[in-house]
């Protein structure tokens, strides 16, 4: 079992930038693909982003692809989401899971309590 603490969220003017961290307890977030997702107001949690156990393979949703950057450092147990000419429609609390797929959604779990970023316009 992994746990998950997500940090990094705030208030950003459009166009700004923002890096999200999460740090996991465990000695399985060496062997688990991460992935971020998020949720806004009203609205189903979604996929944003995964990487591999080893960093070397990632994935996407179509609207981050080019201003999301996915990360992870395996020696700190953290896994990083930067976040680059953020809009407003990327407002949503984020929060990070393990896995076992990067290309299958529903093998996340193990979510951290989310961080909330809001884009102000």
């Known amino acids: 079992q992994v746990q998950l603490v997500e940090s990094g969220g705030g208030l950003v003017q459009a166009g700004g930038s923002l890096r999200l961290s999460c740090v996991a307890s465990?000695?399985?977030?060496?062997?688990?693909?991460m992935g971020w997702f998020r949720q806004a107001p009203g609205k189903e949690r979604e996929f944003v982003a995964a990487i591999s156990w080893s960093g070397t393979s990632t994935n996407y949703e179509d609207s981050v692809k080019g201003r999301f950057t996915i990360s992870r450092d395996n020696a700190k147990n953290t896994v990083y989401l930067q976040m680059n000419s953020l809009k407003p429609e990327d407002t949503a609390v984020y929060y990070c899971?393990?896995?076992?797929?990067?290309?299958?959604?529903?093998?996340?779990?193990?979510w951290g309590q989310g961080t909330q970023v809001t884009v102000s316009s």
């Open positions: 899971a393990a896995g076992n797929n990067i290309w299958s959604i529903t093998s996340f779990g193990s």
């Open positions: 465990g000695r399985a977030f060496r062997n688990s693909a």
